[in-house]
Nanobody, 123 residues
Framework: VQLVESGGGLVQAGGSLRLSCAASGRTFSSSAMGWFRQVPGKEREFVASINWSGGRTYHADSVKGRFTISRDNAKNTAYLQMNDLKPEDTAVYYC?????????????????WGQGTQVTVAS
């Protein structure tokens, strides 16, 4: 599975962005997907995960109510809708695909990673 993120950029606090993660390969529709983020000098942080069908999602407390993960298996694409962005959301955002079908929350449970997309939130 190859993953390519897009949609990052610079936004003012309170604004919105939607990240996309386009996947190649025939296993996308049977893989749980996740979004993580990382700032320099810190470990990669879990943001959200979605199961293979899109019927179940889980979001980190820090983004709950502001971010929403979703997927479109017909388009082999996962999304992260980010609303009410805050300066502390500034990070490189990575999408990841797991070999599991159900929600996963740790870095080690994901086998495939995208290259990352920068999100910068100005105060």
């Amino acid at each position: 599975v190859q993953l390519v993120e897009s949609g990052g950029g610079l936004v003012q606090a309170g604004g919105s962005l939607r990240l996309s993660c386009a996947a190649s390969g025939r296993t996308f529709s049977s893989s749980a997907m996740g979004w993580f983020r990382q700032v320099p000098g810190k470990e990669r942080e879990f943001v959200a995960s979605i199961n293979w069908s899109g019927g179940r999602t889980y979001h980190a407390d820090s983004v709950k109510g502001r971010f929403t993960i979703s997927r479109d298996n017909a388009k082999n694409t996962a999304y992260l809708q980010m609303n009410d962005l805050k300066p502390e959301d500034t990070a490189v955002y990575y999408c990841a695909a797991s070999s599991a079908m159900t929600i996963r929350v740790t870095v080690g449970e994901y086998a495939y990673w995208g290259q990352g997309t920068q999100v910068t939130v100005a105060s």
